[in-house]
């Protein structure tokens, strides 16, 4: 897991964008991890550019201990840096969006069958009552219902089950089939 000592010494090779963090980044609350060592005086932050003080430099040669927070080891595997997080991160902020769009925005190449899984999830979440979704010119964009955005944690998607749980309320919702819908 990338702790707030490793955003700094990645920032200890130069500036870099909350978004370069956060590729590299297992969290997803690297926000979090910056405002904290930006309290403590280790980065300064400015329209997005991160760089770390010299007392960040002092911290990482003296090996402080940064303590505990959103990036420390009690973090979740669920808040792990997977497609589907990122995914719905997008989802959360923004309009109507393509799979393309999100495969070319969020694929780091190293996701196998990533358009398969992204599909499959957006079409389950699209049953489930999450997504609105509409076609134009023959491409499906996908945009969240506001109602809906219950939190930063990605709903899970079961495709053995056909149930989608929603980790922030936990509830559970069963998803029929394509070939139950045509019934």
């Not at 589907?84 to 694929?107: H, K, P």
Request: charged fraction near 30%; glycine fraction near 6%.
């Amino acid at each position: 897991m990338l702790r707030a000592r490793n955003i700094l010494e990645a920032l200890a090779d130069g500036p870099k964008l909350t978004r370069q963090l956060s590729a590299h980044c297992v969290c997803r609350e690297v926000h979090s991890c910056i405002v904290r060592l930006r309290k403590r005086g280790y980065v300064t932050s400015r329209e997005g550019v991160h760089e770390i003080t010299s007392a960040g430099r002092d911290a990482l040669e003296k090996d402080v201990k940064l303590g505990p927070g959103p990036c420390s080891d009690r973090a979740s595997s669920r808040k792990g840096n997977t497609l589907r997080s990122r995914a719905w991160y997008v989802l959360r902020t923004g309009d109507f969006v393509s799979l393309d769009d999100m495969l070319s925005l969020l694929c780091t190449g190293e996701e196998q069958q990533a358009a398969d899984n992204l599909r499959s999830w957006l079409t389950a979440l699209t049953r489930a009552g999450y997504l609105t979704c509409r076609t134009a010119c023959g491409v499906r964009r996908y945009r969240l219902r506001r109602d809906r955005d219950t939190g930063p944690e990605a709903p899970a998607w079961n495709r053995a089950t056909y149930i989608v749980t929603d980790v922030n309320t936990d509830e559970r919702y069963y998803v029929r089939t394509l070939k139950e819908c045509l019934r």
